[in-house]
């Protein structure tokens, strides 16, 4: 689908099509303080300050299940190395040597009688085998004398298996000690604590905390708290904390930041700190998602309860792996409220976030008006190719007001009609922009391209344009499913794997096939919206329906797709299958027995023909791209390639882009 192509779906989208789920999004207001989140097969276990180790669990990590607290008292060890412990603070969940280990701190508040104990369970989720939370007592613990202080624990793993701690508050900041793995006490062939973050100058009084440990592609990323903390109800406006970050090549340190400083001697980059209504995010945690990597962290609500939420937000890494931080996680992958994005305002007053029941959150952006004012949005996206942004904006004017969209580099000048009002987002008040994006992060800029006109801007989602394939490895989330090392798709009886925002519309056959690795027997569905929803296709995993193609991979014909029409939400599901099925592909064509790409390492799915800024406009949409190419030869596989995990290819493979 080339350029006259792109343009008519997105008219289309513009003016008659279905949305996929609810696009008015809402905060969950989820409390928490201090919070630790892990993965499981089954969904994900989240775990805060002072309830005792309460434990929640979630399949979506939106909708969550209190299962209340783990532990009736504290320890009795604790009082050994904390005479006035106030409770149980700071838990980090941590799965290592075959267990769920909630590494967590006793101390007194302002104080350095600390100690940083661990409990365990073999399973994390209540009511299931092996659920049952043991303590294993003393970790490490500081005394009064020391200037360093025991809480505030984070395990991560380096990339030679060996497991470190991370923990410290105040003084001389922010320490780590090596594990051992069996026991889970401090390792006996490395003894050292090693400072590896500190806060140095006179007006910092040294405040940094909560340390966050995690490692991607052979770098290590050391997120911490600065400044104060806590102070939250009618105090909130105290609260001036928030996260800091930098990057190491060892484990140890040095952790440098963006400009190149130490922060063992008062470096650090700012990645969140007080914006609108969202106070003090600081006290976070980063942690590995099936395809992704998260940050969990507390909040205070300046316009709400005043009190304690968690946001969880990716992590989205740059081409140089640097960091910067995702949206909060409202309930879907694919969209991205401008509110949250980093603001630039050229002139005080610009890009206000400002309220309104219209609004998807609740919230939007007014006054986008002023030349160098900017909306940046990092995001991570699962599945590259051509794109759909749709663009929902309000412009109470009477002409069209045009706004610049950058995304990855390439610029293209959007314009955007009169809707009627300002404030107000119906569901229709949107544009399509088109768009290319690539598998991992991507940055979009939005800046105001002044011409007497102007519009406010509510939220952008992401719609994939599929012509015949789906990459399963694209993905946005699931239960009962990973990543292999092999970056492919592997699926259990009673998982499923989401697939956000799929333009149907663009969909050129309703015949369906589904390559995976061997035919076991069970059957995968292709539903609608949820994973209960409504079967639009259906394939049986026997020898009947299947078709043996290259490089061991077999095509299993399903039943023809249905209802196609719209954006959906797609859900992959399994049933009766034995073990798991590894999936590369669904397919929307005649089954010729060739196996598709289905991401890189094979190749960039499209290119622009130009860098160059583009304009375009209609009267119900913009969405024109310069033409595609198409890449339709072999190319050279890309050298030292790396998926999501950082794990790195180099053989070359075959490949034919679907249009």
């Known amino acids: 689908m080339g350029f006259r192509g792109v343009l008519g779906l997105a008219m289309a989208l513009g003016t008659t099509a279905t949305f996929a789920a609810d696009w008015y999004a809402k905060d969950n207001l989820q409390p928490g303080h201090d919070p630790s989140m892990v993965r499981f097969e089954d969904g994900y276990a989240l775990m805060s300050t002072n309830n005792n180790l309460e434990l929640w669990t979630s399949e979506d990590a939106y909708s969550w299940k209190d299962h209340k607290s783990t532990v009736s008292a504290i320890p009795q060890w604790a009082y050994q190395y904390a005479p006035g412990t106030e409770g149980i603070w700071a838990p980090d969940l941590y799965y290592m040597n075959g267990e769920f280990r909630a590494y967590y701190c006793v101390s007194v508040f302002g104080k350095r009688s600390s100690a940083i104990g661990y409990t365990a369970t073999t399973s994390i989720m209540p009511g299931t085998s092996g659920y049952g939370w043991k303590d294993h007592g003393h970790v490490f613990h500081t005394t009064t004398s020391d200037k360093y202080n025991a809480i505030d624990a984070d395990v991560v793993r380096d990339t030679e298996g060996n497991y470190w701690m991370a923990f410290g508050s105040f003084g001389l900041g922010i320490q780590l000690i090596k594990l051992d793995a069996t026991s889970g006490y401090q390792a006996s062939d490395d003894k050292t604590v090693y400072n590896i973050a500190r806060r140095t100058s006179k007006a910092s009084e040294g405040a940094e905390e909560g340390p966050s440990l995690i490692e991607h592609n052979g770098q290590y990323f050391l997120f911490a708290a600065w400044d104060k903390c806590c102070q939250q109800g009618a105090n909130i406006e105290q609260t001036t904390y928030k996260t800091a970050y930098g990057r190491a090549d060892k484990v140890t340190g040095p952790y440098k930041d963006r400009a190149g400083y130490d922060m063992a001697t008062g470096g650090g980059t700012i990645l969140l700190e007080r914006y609108g209504r969202y106070v003090g995010p600081g006290g976070g945690e980063a942690f590995q998602d099936l395809n992704r990597v998260r940050f969990v962290h507390h909040y205070y609500d300046l316009n709400g309860d005043k009190f304690n939420h968690i946001h969880i937000r990716d992590v989205v890494f740059t081409d140089d792996n640097w960091v910067e931080m995702g949206q909060p996680f409202l309930g879907r992958y694919l969209s991205a409220e401008v509110e949250h994005g980093v603001l630039t305002r050229a002139v005080s007053g610009d890009l206000a976030i400002t309220r309104s029941n219209t609004a998807s959150n609740g919230e939007y952006l007014a006054y986008v008006n002023t030349e160098g004012s900017k909306i940046h949005l990092p995001m991570n996206i699962m599945q590259a190719g051509e794109y759909l942004l749709r663009y929902r904006y309000a412009n109470g004017g009477d002409a069209a007001a045009n706004h610049k969209v950058t995304v990855n580099g390439k610029s293209q000048t959007v314009a955007l009609p009169p809707t009627g009002s300002w404030g107000t987002f119906p569901e229709k008040s949107v544009v399509m922009v088109s768009a290319t994006l690539k598998r991992g992060g991507n940055f979009i800029d939005i800046e105001p391209s002044p011409n007497g006109n102007f519009a406010e801007l509510d939220r952008i989602d992401f719609l994939r344009v599929i012509r015949d394939t789906i990459p399963a490895n694209g993905f946005d989330n699931g239960i009962r499913v990973r990543l292999t090392k092999d970056d492919e798709l ?24 589904i390559q995976v690795k061997s035919v076991t027997g069970g ?63 669904i397919v929307f064509a005649a089954s010729s027995g060739e196996i598709v790409c289905n991401q890189a390492p094979c190749g960039d799915p499209i290119s622009s023909s130009s860098g160059s800024d583009i304009t375009s406009s209609s009267s119900n949409t913009t969405a024109i ?17 790396r998926d999501l995990k950082g794990r790195s290819f180099d053989k070359q493979i075959p490949y034919r882009v679907m249009f």
């Open 523 to 585: 059957k995968l569905s292709i539903r609608d919206g949820k994973k209960d929803g409504f079967v639009l296709s259906e394939c049986e995993l026997v020898a009947a329906n299947a078709k043996s193609t290259a490089n061991g991979w077999t095509q299993v014909a399903c039943s023809n797709i249905k209802s196609l029409g719209g954006v959906k939400d797609f859900y992959l599901t399994a049933s009766g299958v034995s073990g798991e099925v590894l999936v590369k592909n």
């Open 490 to 513: 592997a699926i259990k009886d009673g998982g499923y794997a989401i697939f956000e925002n799929v333009v149907t519309d663009s969909i050129k056959s309703q015949e369906v096939s």
């Open 625 to 641: 791209a310069p033409r595609a190419i198409r890449h339709d030869s072999q190319m050279p596989a890309r050298k030292a390639y």
